[in-house]
Nanobody, 120 residues
Framework: QVQLVESGGGLVQPGGSLRLSCVAS????????MGWYRQAPGKQRELVAT???????NYADSVKGRFTVSRDNAKNTVYLQMNSLKFEDTAVYYC??????????????WGQGTQVTVSS
């Protein structure tokens, strides 16, 4: 199996910064996509940012210029640096990874989520 474990969430004031981390472990041959989604109360889960193993990135328009996604392929880890946080960034943030296992089976995996609250 594959596990994704997030860390780094918390409470921050508007304009502040947080850095999320997500480590993938288990039966992994390679990881194609890693990234972050979020879900605010009463809303659907939405894409925040993703990155490929080659370093290509994709961002939601709402976070462009404020958030940066990066990954360490050797550590199977993806990061999300969040700057200039706004009230509307408050949500549960989920790590996501598309993993190819040693059996060549590809699967889509999710972390358990980490709460980010932006409040004064």
């Amino acid at each position: 199996q594959v596990q994704l474990v997030e860390s780094g969430g918390g409470l921050v004031q508007p304009g502040g910064s947080l850095r999320l981390s997500c480590v993938a472990s288990g039966s992994i041959f390679s990881i194609n996509f890693m990234g972050w989604y979020r879900q605010a109360p009463g809303k659907q889960r939405e894409l925040v940012a993703t990155t490929t193993s080659g370093g290509n990135t994709n961002y939601a328009d709402s976070v462009k210029g404020r958030f940066t996604v990066s990954r360490d392929n050797a550590k199977n880890t993806v990061y999300l640096q969040m700057n200039s946080l706004k009230f509307e960034d408050t949500a549960v943030y989920y790590c996501n990874a598309v993993v190819v296992r040693p059996t060549s089976v590809r699967g889509n995996y999710w972390g358990q989520g980490t709460q980010v609250t932006v409040s004064s």
